[in-house]
T-cell receptor, first 115, second 114 residues
Framework: AQSVAQPEDQVNVAEGNPLTVKCTYS??????LFWYVQYPNRGLQFLLKYITGDNLVKGSYGFEAEFNKSQTSFHLKKPSALVSDSALYFC?????????????FGTGTRLQVFP | ETGVTQTPRHLVMGMTNKKSLKCEQHLGHNAMYWYKQSAKKPLELMFV???????ENNSVPSRFSPECPNSSHLFLHLHTLQPEDSALYLCASSQDRDYSYEQYFGPGTRLTVT
């Protein structure tokens, strides 16, 4: 079955510390992987994606993600967290869906950065 | 932020009402999507339109009816909804259905069914 898992409902980190938001996936073939962020009362905003190439992908707002094929993971990282990074983060993977395809989203991880 | 707009932002309706949600994208994309976001649940894809072709999620009840008159506009017509349909409804667009392209989301319509 094609799926994506975000094992942590919430991640707490102090401002200035590094942060990691975890994501693992299960999909047939080569994965297309995405991270999105959702601020309160807003839609999802695209952060970064992995299609092919370098396993370390850099995205918006200083975020990066590391693709690990052997561990089927795509963890989101940032070297130094900001209070303004507090939001809901979604990992997604492209999956086949009949004669089409779609994005499968995880349940989301709430990131709380404390001053 | 203004690439994909949704109206209304908030909607309260009774179970016997008929209402419509509207989405408009100003990005020149040719694929549009409706998602349902409920608390503690994964984002649920409801409908996809690409080049006037509709790809339908068979698990979506018939009380939800999409309409895509052109590549820039997408509607979701609602009738005889149930309280469990209360959720945030998100519209998104992308360059096409090739998922190497990221999707751009609107701010959503917060729907409450009473």
């Amino acid at each position: 079955a094609q799926s994506v898992a975000q094992p942590e409902d919430q991640v707490n980190v102090a401002e200035g510390n590094p942060l990691t938001v975890k994501c693992t996936y299960s999909v047939s073939g080569n994965p297309y992987l995405f991270w999105y962020v959702q601020y309160p009362n807003r839609g999802l905003q695209f952060l970064l994606k992995y299609i092919t190439g370098d396993n370390l992908v850099k995205g918006s707002y200083g975020f990066e993600a590391e693709f690990n094929k052997s561990q089927t993971s795509f963890h989101l990282k940032k070297p130094s967290a900001l209070v303004s990074d507090s939001a809901l983060y979604f990992c997604a993977v492209r999956a086949t869906w009949g004669r089409s395809d779609k994005l499968i989203f995880g349940t989301g991880t709430r990131l709380q950065v404390f001053p | 932020e203004t690439g994909v707009t949704q109206t209304p932002r908030h909607l309260v309706m009774g179970m016997t009402n008929k209402k419509s949600l509207k989405c408009e994208q100003h990005l020149g994309h040719n694929a549009m999507y409706w998602y349902k976001q409920s608390a503690k649940k994964p984002l649920e894809l409801m409908f996809v339109y690409s080049l006037e072709e509709r790809v339908e999620n068979n698990s979506v009840p018939s009380r939800f009816s999409p309409e895509c008159p052109n590549s820039s506009h997408l509607f979701l017509h609602l009738h005889t909804l149930q309280p469990e349909d209360s959720a945030l409804y998100l519209c998104a667009s992308s360059q096409d259905r090739d998922y190497s392209y990221e999707q751009y989301f609107g701010p959503g319509t917060r729907l409450t069914v009473t």
